[in-house]
C-alpha cells in the first residue's frame, strides 16, 4: 500500500514555537485592543447630540490632576441648553441657581486641573471651579473649612470639536488630613458618584436666580469612562455613569 503523507511532519519543537507565536499575536492584539479603548468600556460614540464624545480626537473623561491620575469628568451641560447658561458668565449665575458660587474671597485654593476634551487644544485648565454655597454671603468660605460639594468645568470650544458644551467633575469631600487637590479636603469614599448625584438633582428639580428659572432634563450614559478606580485620582472608585444635562430656561 502507497504510504499518503500529508504535508510535512511537525516535531515538539516546531508546535511550541507555533504556539509561541499564537500567543504573541494574541497579546500584540489585547494590547492593541486594551489602548484603542482604555478610556471607557464602549467604543468612542459619534452619535451626541450637543457634545462631542471627546475619545474620538485622543481625549477623555478622566481630568488630569497628575500626568497620569485624574477625576472623573461625570456631568456634561450639553449646548442644547439655554444659551445664557452656555457663556462663562451665564454659567456662573446658574451654578448660583443650584447652590454653587466662586471660591471663598476669590481666592483659589489648591492646584489647577486640566483636561483633553478632545476639541483641538489639548490639556487645558479648568475654566471655572465652584464650591457649595452654604449661605448667601462668603457661603464657599464654610465650604472651604468644613468641605462639601465642588466642581471645576471645561468648555469644549476647539476646533475639532466647537460644541460649546460644558464638561463638569463634582467631588464631594470633608474635612481631614488626607489632601486631595483643595486644601484639607478628604474626598469621601463615594466621593465623585455623590458629588455627581448632587448636582443632577438640584438641576433637575429646577432653580432660580435673579428672576431667571431653570429646569434640566438627564440622560445617563455608561461605558464614556471605565468603572472602578484604575486612573482615578487617590484611587476612589467611580460607578463609570455620567451625567447628560440639558438646562432649559423656563
Not at 488630569?64 to 444659551?83: A, C, H, K, M, Y
Not at 445617563?220 to 460607578?239: A, F, S, Y
Request: with cysteine.
Amino acid at each position: 500500500m502507497d504510504q499518503v503523507v500529508l504535508g510535512d511532519s511537525i516535531s515538539p519543537t516546531d508546535t511550541a514555537n507555533t504556539a509561541n507565536i499564537a500567543n504573541t499575536a494574541t497579546s500584540a492584539s489585547r494590547t492593541k485592543d486594551d489602548y484603542e479603548y482604555k478610556n471607557g468600556e464602549l467604543p468612542p460614540r459619534n452619535d451626541t447630540v450637543g457634545w462631542v464624545d471627546p475619545r474620538l480626537n485622543g481625549g477623555r473623561l478622566l481630568d488630569f490632576t497628575t500626568q497620569r491620575l485624574g477625576e472623573p469628568l461625570n456631568v456634561i451641560i450639553t449646548s442644547e441648553s439655554d444659551p445664557f447658561v452656555l457663556t462663562e458668565a451665564g454659567f456662573h449665575i446658574y451654578s448660583k441657581s443650584i447652590g454653587f458660587s466662586t471660591e471663598c474671597l476669590g481666592l483659589h485654593y489648591g492646584h489647577l486641573h486640566e483636561a483633553n476634551l478632545g476639541d483641538g487644544l489639548g490639556r487645558k485648565q479648568e475654566h471655572y471651579l465652584a464650591r457649595q454655597a452654604y449661605f448667601p454671603i462668603a457661603g464657599t468660605c464654610w465650604e472651604s473649612v468644613r468641605g462639601g460639594h465642588h466642581f471645576r468645568a471645561w468648555r469644549q470650544n476647539g476646533t475639532l470639536a466647537d460644541s460649546g458644551a460644558w464638561f463638569v467633575g463634582c467631588v464631594f469631600s470633608f474635612f481631614g488630613f488626607a489632601l486631595d487637590s483643595s486644601r484639607n479636603h478628604k474626598i469621601d469614599i463615594d466621593g465623585y458618584n455623590k458629588g455627581r448625584d448632587y448636582l443632577v438633582e438640584r438641576a433637575i428639580s429646577g432653580s432660580h436666580y435673579n428672576g431667571m428659572w431653570w429646569k434640566a432634563e438627564v440622560e445617563w450614559r455608561e461605558g464614556l469612562m471605565q468603572r472602578g478606580k484604575k486612573g482615578v485620582n487617590h484611587g476612589i472608585p467611580t460607578d463609570g455613569r455620567v451625567a447628560i444635562l440639558t438646562v432649559h430656561r423656563l
